[in-house]
């Protein structure tokens, strides 16, 4: 069973662009959480699906920031118009229930420059 | 406000000695509880997990954690530390059935 994956592991982006991370939970998988983490610092919780339904974005920015998980593929989070503040790892985790442990992937690594 | 608290940034211990890193946590209900470990550019293993039952959770790599009601806490611990068990480390709760809140982490240095 192969674990959360995610990619690109490492995305350079201008400010202004587009930044698109995906993430492929675990098989069996429908629930997929998004974190953030800046260097020597802990996770901070963005956003929570479900299968085609978003559960709770409260730690989302209001602007910029989307996420999805649709039907068919991989989650994707967007951050439109990046600025340097973006830069940081964006890690996804996956789980079977919304109560049970976390699968983490390796992590985007996004850079604006 | 529901919080986790880590409250060292830090903790250094010999190999084979014994190693405690603290949690302590602040929620309404009955808390789930997890530790996680991360090591350099990967994302987070999850160790072990309290939800229920008896208050010592036996987890990966030897570790184990006791949850502590009265005094609202859930430490990790190992018997003897090995150099490989140098990372960061997390302490994690869920609230509203769903959102995990992470502590800041602590970094274990263990020492040959």
């Known amino acids: 069973n192969a674990g959360v994956m995610q990619n690109p592991r490492h995305l350079v982006r201008r400010r202004g662009q587009e930044a698109r991370l995906r993430c492929s939970p675990m098989?069996?998988?429908?629930?997929v959480y998004w974190y953030r983490q800046l260097p020597e610092e802990g996770l901070k919780f963005m956003v929570y699906l479900q299968k085609e339904n978003i559960i709770d974005e409260s730690g989302m920015p209001k602007e910029r920031f989307s996420a999805e998980f649709p039907k068919e593929g991989p989650s994707i989070l967007r951050i439109q118009q990046v600025v340097r503040g973006d830069s940081a790892a964006y890690f996804c985790?996956?789980?079977?229930?919304?109560?049970?442990?976390?699968?983490f992937g390796p992590g985007t690594r996004l850079t604006v420059t | 406000a529901q919080s986790v608290a880590q409250p060292e940034d830090q903790v250094n211990v010999a190999e084979g000695n014994p190693l405690t890193v603290k949690c302590t946590y602040s929620v309404s209900g009955n808390p789930y509880l997890f530790w996680y470990v991360q090591y350099p550019n990967r994302g987070l293993q999850f160790l072990l997990k309290y939800i229920t039952g008896d208050n010592l959770v036996k987890g990966s790599y030897g570790f184990e954690a006791e949850f502590n009601k009265s005094q609202t806490s859930f430490h990790l611990k190992k018997p003897s530390a090995l150099v490989s068990d140098s990372a960061l480390y997390f302490c994690?709760?869920?609230?509203?059935?769903?959102?995990?809140?992470f502590g800041a982490g602590t970094r274990l240095f263990v020492k040959a």
């Open positions: 994690a709760v869920i609230i509203g059935g769903f959102k995990t809140i």
């Open positions: 098989k069996g998988h429908s629930h």
């Open positions: 985790a996956s789980s079977e229930d919304r109560t049970y442990e976390q699968y």
